[in-house]
């Protein structure tokens, strides 16, 4: 079975990097990519850990269009009244970046 995904968007914030114990960083970016119609947009939650973490929190700003590689991961919880939950992300393997250097460098926070 096979259980890849290949997304193209643009990310709604700069990316969240949390510092983990030893070696295992975690970044997050929430990215906005195109329905069917220009007016539609799906929300993907990405989450990325250790050298793909590191690459995304330096080089990803908010606005930028890049192309995300990985995997779709859904976990259960339950909430505070005990009712089951279920939510998905994508695990990040990889990410390639959409635009020039200068179009870039738009984004980057001044």
């Known amino acids: 079975m096979m259980n890849k995904v290949l997304l193209e968007g643009r990310p709604i914030w700069d990316p969240v990097y949390e510092a ?3 070696n295992a ?3 997050t970016i929430v990215l906005a990519c195109n329905g069917y119609s220009s007016q539609d ?3 993907i939650k990405c989450i990325a850990w250790g050298k793909a973490a ?3 929190h ?3 700003h908010k606005g ?3 192309s995300v590689e990985g995997q779709v991961r859904t976990y259960r919880y339950k ?3 005990g009712k089951r939950n279920f939510s998905s992300f994508v695990k990040v393997d990889h990410v390639n970046y959409l635009e020039s250097k200068a179009e870039r460098k738009k ?3 001044s």
Do not use: R, S
């Open 25 to 27: 960083a975690k970044t």
């Open 107 to 109: 984004c980057e926070p």
């Open 54 to 56: 590191d690459m995304i």
């Open 79 to 81: 909430d505070e009244n």
């Open 58 to 60: 330096q080089d990803v």
């Open 41 to 43: 947009a799906d929300f």
């Open 20 to 22: 983990g114990k030893g």
């Open 64 to 66: 930028m269009l890049i």
